[in-house]
């Protein structure tokens, strides 16, 4: 799993693994805490996306189908053969998504699919998307999102670095279309914060659009990247969700 998938925290006696895709710009170590935190009662995988951090020579995917058939083909079978969930943030939910619908398809349809920080996948992006963001753009972008420090957006070198991939994520986004489709039979739970600039509260309800076995939504204090501050209560939503059943 050396490739598009990390393993920062192994559990493998834990009862479900869970697989997890970073936010637009986002590498695999955006989510080491959130790995940290689920390791034991769940055993986590992270993705790393190419052309960042170890993969940084590799070209960026600008297109959401090849992220989910490389994931999923890397994926190894459990030799437990425990469930699977998915957790996607942002763009991480459309791929997480995406990838709950293939593994459906196989007939390996996911335990859970934890989406956040993402309204409805049927819902309309930002037309804007479509087209190329300047620099400027994608700063404003970055700055109005507030997850990333502001001396660390005002260093060339490190933005010369970051920019590359996070333009060819926005991309990604631009080109991805919503394909209607079959229900997903496993449950939707879908997160975000209450002062998110670019996901309004009343957009999470369009996932139930999406599953046949119910939507549960959270909202917790915060904007786009509520998760930082609000970890515990994520971690207690995500675990919960194989106590409760």
Do not use: K, N
């Not at 170590?29 to 951090?53: E, F, K």
């Not at 007939?107 to 930002?126: E, H, I, M, T, W």
């Not at 631009?174 to 039979?185: D, F, T």
């Amino acid at each position: 799993m050396a490739h598009w998938i990390r393993r920062f925290h192994p559990a493998p006696h834990a009862p479900v693994r869970l697989l997890c895709f970073p936010h637009a710009g986002g590498t695999a170590s955006a989510q080491h805490a959130l790995s940290a935190a689920v390791s034991g009662a769940l055993d986590p995988l992270v993705v790393q996306y190419p052309g960042r951090h170890d993969r940084f020579g590799e070209p960026p995917v600008e297109r959401a189908e090849e992220i989910v058939e490389a994931v999923l083909r890397e994926l190894p079978p459990d030799p437990a053969d425990r469930p699977l969930a998915l957790f996607g943030h942002s763009m991480g939910a459309l791929m997480a998504f995406e990838s709950a619908r293939v593994l459906q398809g196989l007939g390996r349809p996911p335990a859970v699919l934890f989406v956040s920080g993402r309204g409805g996948p049927s819902l309309p992006l930002p037309a804007r998307w479509s087209q190329e963001l300047s620099d400027d753009e994608l700063l404003a972008e970055i700055r109005l999102l507030a997850g990333t420090d502001e001396e660390l957006l005002a260093d060339p070198m490190l933005m010369e670095l970051a920019l590359p991939p996070l333009r060819a994520d926005y991309r990604l986004l631009g080109r991805y279309a919503y394909a209607p489709g079959p229900p997903l039979s496993c449950p939707v739970v879908a997160l975000g914060g209450d002062a998110d600039p670019r996901v309004p509260v009343a957009e999470l309800a369009a996932w139930e659009r999406e599953t046949a076995a119910g939507l549960t939504t959270h909202v917790l204090p915060g904007g786009h990247f509520y998760l930082d501050a609000g970890l515990p209560e994520v971690v207690r939503v995500v675990t919960g969700a194989f106590v409760a059943s």
